[in-house]
């Protein structure tokens, strides 16, 4: 038998469906390789092992009944904390939430179970998905496949790592303003944001409800377009969610042909802070779109040097409101009720202690910025950039099909190295933080190692709201013309752990 851990989702779910080897197979081999690696890695915080075994049971026994299997039936994935998971531990990576059981699933839950995904458990993440590094959990940092002493990025840190360790060959993460994206671009995988309210936020624990998204990662394209097809649409639960047809994702995927097509290099996302090998990896691919046939020009979106300050107004504020739900006494911790206090002091103990650092900082930023006297300076101009924003992107997309920067300024940094300097954390984010405040569609793929460290480098591909077909078409058609050059695919450099 071939290494299952290493089949891509679309070779793993033809495997079973073909009968080559059975769903119970294949998780008991992700099963293992989780055992083998991961308390070197520590992508998961709970792994599931009797839930994955009895959902792999059942897709073996629906096989055995001759029913037709779904495209992704059989296969592992890794999910995100911070989704609920009925009877199986969510904890967003925070102390707050240690020991809640949610009595239900989200809705992403329920269409993974529906497809006969294998749900393997759940991935670690900075709390409340609060960073870009992994290493704001209650529960340990994870390490970076790549190089075990780096970060993974975050807040998906886990999601990314499971994938790249060859724990899971789909994972689930969630975008506020980059965690899908700069995960998958600092372990050389594949993320991708779908537009705002395409994939329902009904079960996704809220941090700001006005930028999370849910979305697929996985190490191909492919992969991830069939998990973005299984999890997209309409829910009547959600109120935020956009009631028309998913694009055809699977499609333009496999489509490989981009001529024609024109492309806009963002001239804002380059300059000071960009590391030299990321940006020679970028021009590269900005070539490589060239020689496939497509127009590429630049443009300019002026705007987005306000991305960063305006999100960071934006998203304390929702996070401020959202994280009012953590009283002590609806969910998990509770600390101090003996009988001689009140409920606010309870609540004020609970929150003091179940909550960490970058949780206690966004709060008091975000009620800050909503407080009445400052509500207009702060909340209301950072709104208004979020409009100024917007209409960069919609004067762009009148002239190209899609935009592209790197997904990063720079590699995988060593953990440690921005734990106590907050805004050189927050600046992992400056080439995808504007999608989450346009609510538009983005991924990130691997295009190549960096000379100076020999770690992955992302590039971000950029496209109008429900235009996420084209995400996949030029990624496709990028992803195979490397995957050409190199002779085989990027991961396959990493070194073996
Ligand atoms: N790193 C950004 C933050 O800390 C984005 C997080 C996310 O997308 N969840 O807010």
């Given at each position: 038998m071939t290494d299952l851990i290493r089949y891509t989702a679309a070779e793993t779910a033809a495997a079973i469906s073909s009968g080559e080897v059975s769903a119970v197979e294949v998780a008991q081999a992700h099963l293992d390789r989780i055992d083998a690696v991961d308390k070197k890695v520590n992508a998961f915080l709970h792994v599931d092992t009797e839930g994955a075994l009895s959902a792999a049971r059942a897709v073996d026994a629906k096989r055995a009944k001759g029913e037709e299997l779904g495209p992704l039936a059989g296969v592992p994935l890794a999910l995100k904390d911070v989704f609920t998971t009925k009877g199986v531990p969510t904890t967003c990576g925070s102390k707050i939430l240690e020991g809640w059981i949610p009595p239900y699933d989200a809705t992403l839950t329920t269409r993974l179970k529906d497809a006969g995904v294998v749900i393997l458990g759940k991935t670690n993440m900075d709390e409340f998905a609060m960073g870009s590094s992994t290493e704001n959990s209650a529960y340990g940092t994870t390490g970076n496949?790549?190089?075990?002493?780096r970060i993974p990025g975050g807040s998906g840190g886990g999601s990314a790592a499971a994938l790249a360790a060859f724990e899971a060959p789909l994972a689930i993460g969630t975008d506020t303003g980059g965690s899908i994206r700069q995960p998958g671009a600092v372990t050389g995988t594949v993320g991708v944001k779908p537009t705002?309210?395409?994939?329902?936020?009904?079960?996704?624990?809220?941090?700001?409800s006005s930028l999370d998204q849910g979305g697929p990662c996985a190490r191909t394209v492919l992969d991830a377009a069939l998990l973005h097809e299984a999890i997209a649409g309409h829910d009547p639960?959600?109120?935020?969610?956009?009631d028309a047809p998913v694009p055809a994702v699977v499609e333009a995927a496999k489509r490989r042909d981009i001529r024609g097509m024109r492309i806009g290099v963002v001239k804002e996302f380059a300059g000071e802070g960009y590391q030299a090998g990321v940006m020679q990896r970028f021009n590269e691919s900005v070539e490589l779109l060239r020689e496939l046939g497509a127009e590429v020009v630049e443009v300019s979106c002026p705007s987005f040097t306000l991305a960063m300050p305006a999100y960071y107004l934006i998203a304390p504020s929702e996070a401020s409101s959202n994280l009012a739900r953590f009283d002590a006494m609806r969910y998990g911790l509770r600390v101090g009720d003996d009988g001689t206090r009140s409920a606010e002091d309870v609540t004020a103990l609970t929150r003091e202690a179940g909550f960490g650092d970058e949780v206690k900082r966004r709060i008091i930023l975000g009620t800050y910025a909503l407080s009445s006297g400052y509500y207009d300076a702060y909340y209301g101009s950072a709104q208004k950039v979020r409009t100024l924003i917007s209409r960069d992107f919609d004067a762009a997309f009148a002239g190209v099909d899609v935009l592209v920067s790197p997904t990063t300024p720079t590699t995988a940094f060593p953990i440690g190295e921005r734990a106590d300097d907050p805004l050189a954390m927050y600046l992992a984010d400056l080439c995808t933080i504007p999608s989450n405040l346009a609510g538009n569609a983005a991924m990130s793929l691997p295009c190549g190692?960096?000379?100076?460290?020999n770690l992955p480098v992302g590039l971000q591909i950029i496209a109008p709201a429900?235009?996420?077909?084209r995400l996949y078409r030029v990624g496709g058609a990028v992803e195979a013309a490397l995957n050409d050059k190199w002779g085989h695919t990027l991961l396959e450099e990493a070194p073996a752990l």
């Open positions: 496949p790549w190089d075990l002493s705002y309210g395409s994939v329902s936020r009904y079960g996704l624990v809220a941090f700001s639960l959600d109120s935020t969610s956009i190692l960096a000379p100076e460290d429900m235009a996420d077909d």
